[in-house]
């Protein structure tokens, strides 16, 4: 467990925390005048390993070769010359600090932190972190890293993560329907049912792995809701002419996947942050684990409630949640961030796709 202090006067400025690895969808940008809940779990912190705010640089601007030592291997909008290892909390999680009123930026329905720290630590006056809640954006405290710094509490021990197998049986899934709340209503909030905003930028992280480890050629995935996720727009990407490379789910308490399988989607564990490591020669995809413990193992709902007392193994009762009236697209922005980043991006037909994503935004394809 460890705390953040104040790197000007050394006051407290969080509850004590535990590390997890970085969501897939903190960056996202979800819709328009939506109402995203928190990013991080109570009591958890997360570390971005890549530059991230203001300022930016646009692609104009950057020498290829700068580039490439970033690991980023096709042109994008702009790259953040801010500094590594911003760490991400739960708002609630923050501790004697105060807003910075005139730090608003242009947002929209509240705080989007593109004018740099927005929070001042209360003790001394010093900018420490950025708190996000503008509409569409995930609910987060950011803090600055060269504002703070770490300290061990409780004696400095580390509680280890947990194994696959445990985390099989302990672990939650993330269920692919969820309710979206918006705003702009005459009568205040409202809600409708859609795919999850957590779903989006995994799968468009997902899709730009399949994509490079497809080679240029057909890929299929297994029935059900992982062919809804990503074979439409596998279809549409890659050419239709076999022979077709194959994608299986694999990881903790699945069985080992047939040798002839070509790409294995695999769990991230959510505390250390790594794959879950297959053996054999085939292409791990990474999935955020609620994402692939949902799809590994799906949770039934009974086809309506029950009545009485709970049977044995029931565990919910509820009906299913509402499907979406509209066809899964993965997340672009998510897609285009992952895809730059992969050396494959190098390779003609890939690029071509990488070049073409506003096209396949505007066909609904994303």
Wanted: hydrophobic share 40%; aromatic share 8%; proline share 13%.
């Amino acid at each position: 467990m460890f705390v953040f202090v104040c790197a000007g006067c050394g006051a407290e400025l969080t509850t004590s925390l535990s590390q997890v690895a970085l969501p897939a969808h903190t960056h996202q940008k979800y819709g328009n005048g939506i109402q995203l809940p928190v990013l991080m779990e109570p009591g958890t912190f997360a570390v971005n390993p890549e530059p991230w705010g203001p300022p930016w640089r646009r692609w104009e601007e950057i020498h290829p070769d700068e580039a490439a030592d970033r690991g980023v291997h096709a042109p994008v909008h702009a790259l953040s010359d801010g500094a590594a290892g911003a760490i991400v909390i739960a708002p609630g999680d923050t501790r004697g600090t105060l807003l910075i009123p005139e730090r608003r930026s242009g947002a929209c329905c509240g705080l989007d932190g593109a004018d740099g720290p927005n929070m001042a630590c209360e003790a001394c006056g010093l900018p420490v972190a950025s708190r996000i809640d503008d509409c569409s954006l995930w609910q987060a405290v950011w803090l600055a890293p060269d504002a703070v710094r770490r300290l061990p509490v409780d004696g400095g021990e580390s509680t280890p993560p947990l194994s696959w197998e445990e985390l099989t049986v302990k672990g939650k899934g993330t269920p692919p329907f969820a309710p979206i709340a918006t705003w702009g209503s005459r009568f205040g909030s409202d809600h409708f049912w859609s795919w999850s905003p957590q779903w989006e930028p995994a799968a468009g992280r997902a899709l730009a792995h399949l994509l490079a480890a497809s080679e240029g050629r057909p890929v299929t995935v297994p029935n059900g809701l992982v062919e809804e996720v990503f074979q439409r727009s596998l279809n549409a990407l890659l050419p239709a002419d076999p022979p077709a490379r194959r994608a299986v789910l694999a990881g903790p308490g699945l069985p080992a996947p047939d040798t002839d399988a070509d790409i294995l989607l695999v769990p991230t564990h959510p505390q250390a942050g790594h794959a879950w490591t297959p053996a054999g020669r085939a292409y791990p995809v990474p999935l955020p684990f609620g994402v692939w413990l949902w799809l590994a193992f799906p949770e039934s709902h009974l086809p309506v409630p029950a009545s009485g007392a709970m049977p044995d193994g029931v565990v919910r009762d509820d009906p299913p949640a509402p499907r979406p009236h509209r066809l899964f697209r993965a997340d672009a922005e998510a897609f285009r961030y992952t895809l730059a980043r992969l050396p494959a991006v190098r390779d003609p037909w890939l690029r071509e796709i990488f070049e073409n994503l506003t096209q396949h935004v505007r066909s609904g394809l994303f």
